[in-house]
């Protein structure tokens, strides 16, 4: 489970990914305003743009699942990239798994997380 404080820097990263979009979009606005003046452009570029944005307020954005967001970013499954990030993620998971063991037991890291099994002779 995601801390506060990942769950908090996302949103601030989405919120200036948001921001930076609209900053672009409104500059292209103020230069086909400046075209509009000259009489390059038939429609007024400003309504044009309060129209698209209403359109993205009015339409729910569907949210992508994690393995969505995996596949847009590293590629399908089965892909050289896929395979590596998933190999450091198992590494990681196996990491955390031994850390909790440890913890439990109340161990330090020098100490094998697994007891190993003592041999009798029969």
């Given at each position: 489970?995601p801390s506060?404080k990942?769950?908090?820097?996302?949103?601030k990263?989405?919120?200036r990914?948001?921001?930076?979009?609209l900053?672009?979009?409104?500059?292209?606005v103020l230069?086909d305003?400046?075209?509009f003046?000259k009489?390059?452009?038939e429609?007024t570029?400003?309504k044009?743009f309060?129209?698209e944005?209403?359109?993205e307020?009015?339409?729910?954005k569907?949210?992508?699942?994690?393995?969505e967001?995996?596949t847009?970013?590293?590629?399908?499954?089965?892909t050289?990239e896929?395979?590596?990030i998933e190999?450091?993620l198992?590494?990681d998971?196996?990491a955390q798994?031994?850390k909790?063991?440890r913890?439990?037991?109340n161990q330090?890291n020098?100490?094998?997380?697994?007891r190993?099994l003592?041999?009798?002779?029969?």
């Amino acid at each position: 489970m995601p801390s506060n404080k990942s769950t908090a820097k996302q949103r601030k990263l989405r919120h200036r990914l948001q921001v930076s979009q609209l900053t672009k979009r409104f500059r292209k606005v103020l230069s086909d305003v400046e075209l509009f003046k000259k009489g390059k452009l038939e429609t007024t570029p400003v309504k044009d743009f309060l129209g698209e944005l209403e359109e993205e307020i009015k339409t729910p954005k569907r949210r992508l699942t994690l393995e969505e967001l995996i596949t847009k970013d590293y590629g399908e499954r089965g892909t050289p990239e896929r395979e590596r990030i998933e190999a450091i993620l198992e590494k990681d998971l196996a990491a955390q798994k031994r850390k909790e063991i440890r913890k439990t037991r109340n161990q330090t890291n020098n100490q094998p997380v697994i007891r190993k099994l003592q041999k009798f002779s029969i």
